[in-house]
């Protein structure tokens, strides 16, 4: 399977600053990528689907304009927090989607705190 | 509506058997999965079926019955490292993975 990368692993922002997390998939060119949120003890949650090249589809009730995505190249998908607020603190975590349609890879995911 | 339902929390033994079930409602469906995941840590996978019946990978075992909407993990031999949450997965007809909240197994010596 891929082996998919995130950075930073643990952030920490101040309330109306924004942050970039990357997700790089290393050996495996991800034409899909997938965004999640997990809060404690919850689920995860899809937060949109990326796909190269083009805009990402996001769920219902996840605002584009406050998390935005993009995925320039094959290797890279970078989602941004903008003014971000402690409501945002929380666990995301970026998958690819591989070459048979139930397969993803997941990354370690990133731990954001937002005081 | 989607659903998926899991117990909250489980508590076995060192080297004991413990099953943990799984119910779902999905709009379509295109498999079931099991996921292990540590405190902090992202998901990793640990079974997949989209057929009727069990499969067996080591210490681990997952079963499926498409008609009554379930699946278990069978973890055999316990060992303390089994401590995480498990995570059942049903992936529905857009391949869209629909997430139960997890299960946490807590392992006792």
């Known amino acids: 399977g891929a082996v998919v990368s995130q950075h930073p692993s643990r952030v920490i922002c101040k309330s109306g600053t924004s942050v970039k997390i990357e997700c790089r998939s290393l050996d495996f060119q991800a034409t899909t990528m997938f965004w999640y949120r997990q809060f404690p003890k919850q689920s995860l949650m899809l937060m949109a689907t990326?796909?190269?090249?083009?805009?990402?589809?996001?769920e219902q009730g996840v605002e584009k304009d406050k998390f935005l995505i993009n995925h320039a190249s094959l290797t890279l998908s970078t989602l941004t927090v903008t003014s971000a607020h402690p409501e945002d603190s929380s666990f995301y975590i970026c998958?690819?989607?591989?070459?048979?349609?139930?397969?993803?890879?997941f990354g370690p995911g990133t731990r954001l705190t937002v005081t | 509506g989607q659903n998926i339902d899991q117990p909250t929390e489980m508590t076995a033994t060192e080297g004991a058997i413990v099953q943990i079930n799984c119910t779902y409602q999905t709009s379509g469906f295109n498999g079931l999965f099991w996921y292990q995941q540590h405190a902090g840590e992202a998901p990793t996978f640990l079974s997949y079926?989209?057929l009727d019946g069990l499969e067996e990978k080591g210490r681990f075992s997952s079963f499926l019955s498409r008609s009554k909407g379930y699946s278990y993990l069978l973890l055999k031999e316990l060992q303390m490292k089994d401590s995480a949450s498990y995570l059942c997965?049903?992936?529905?007809?857009?391949?869209?993975?629909?997430w139960g909240a997890g299960t946490k197994l807590i392992i006792k010596p």
């Open positions: 998958s690819v989607k591989g070459d048979r349609d139930y397969e993803q890879y």
């Open positions: 990326s796909n190269e090249g083009s805009k990402a589809t996001y």
């Open positions: 997965a049903s992936m529905d007809s857009n391949y869209q993975l629909i």
């Open positions: 079926n989209v």
